[in-house]
């Protein structure tokens, strides 16, 4: 089975600044039709996760462009450029290449 | 406009068979590329991924789980079920269903989950 592991779990950002958030799977999440199933979701206190990332890179329908993710094979980022208070939560990545399906334990951003 | 909606016990015994619905609308699940799939979270906890069933069918599980799981669709009623046997106090979590978007080049596809249902928790107690 695939692995994620997240760092860090905790992310204290001051709001305006940036935020980052390192996902790594223990095998490459490339799947055999080229595409690399990694996404990455957000879960704000008591809401239920909402898609923000998918396929590594691409913008969700109506996610702001502070957010973006980048990475290839088994190392992906997902960066807030500017964190807003509304961004409080737990992100989570997820590889969605190979069964099972895995999620990484999430990390929590809250504002210093 | 996709939305879904977990159904089912609040609180069910150890030892006992849950059985969820997921209700949806807004798309057809005997359409190529689309799944669903369920997902749970204990209370505090992270997500865990434990069955998707494709539009042809095709379903898949956790390994760890696949002995309790069952999944099956109704496509008429716009309707998945999942039935977990043999409940755990550990099983007492959040119960999320979510739409799936899948690869069709490749078999089995891969695919990410949105949106999601608002969840329903299951206590399992006695």
């Known amino acids: 089975d695939i692995v994620m592991t997240q760092t860090p779990l905790s992310s204290p950002v001051t709001l305006g600044q940036p935020a980052s958030i390192s996902c790594r799977s223990s095998?490459?999440?490339?799947?055999?039709?080229?595409?690399?199933?990694l996404s990455w979701l957000q879960q704000r206190p008591g809401q239920p996760p909402r898609l923000l990332i998918y396929k590594i890179s691409n913008r969700f329908s109506g996610v702001p462009d502070r957010f973006s993710g980048s990475g290839a094979g088994t190392d992906f980022t997902l960066k807030i450029s500017r964190v807003e208070a509304e961004d409080v939560g737990v992100y989570y990545c997820?590889?969605?290449?190979?069964?099972?399906?895995?999620f990484g334990q999430g990390t929590k951003v809250e504002i210093k | 406009q996709i939305t879904l909606k977990e159904s089912g016990p609040t609180l069910v015994k150890p030892t006992q068979t849950l059985t969820l619905t997921c209700t949806f609308s807004g798309f057809s699940l005997s359409t190529s590329g689309v799944g669903v799939g369920w997902i749970r979270q204990p209370p505090g906890k992270a997500l865990e991924w434990l069955a998707l069933i494709y539009w042809d069918d095709d379903k898949r599980y956790s390994p760890s789980l696949k002995s309790r799981l069952t999944i099956t669709k109704d496509t008429s009623k716009n309707q998945v079920v999942l039935t977990m046997t043999n409940m755990d106090p550990v099983d007492t979590a959040t119960y999320y269903c979510?739409?799936?978007?899948?690869?069709?080049?490749?078999?089995?596809?891969?695919?990410?989950?949105?949106?999601w249902g608002q969840g329903t928790l299951v206590t399992v107690s006695s």
């Open positions: 979510a739409h799936s978007v899948l690869g069709i080049a490749a078999r089995p596809g891969g695919g990410w989950f949105d949106p």
């Open positions: 095998q490459s999440l490339v799947h055999s039709d080229g595409n690399t199933y």
């Open positions: 997820m590889q969605a290449t190979q069964f099972p399906w895995a």
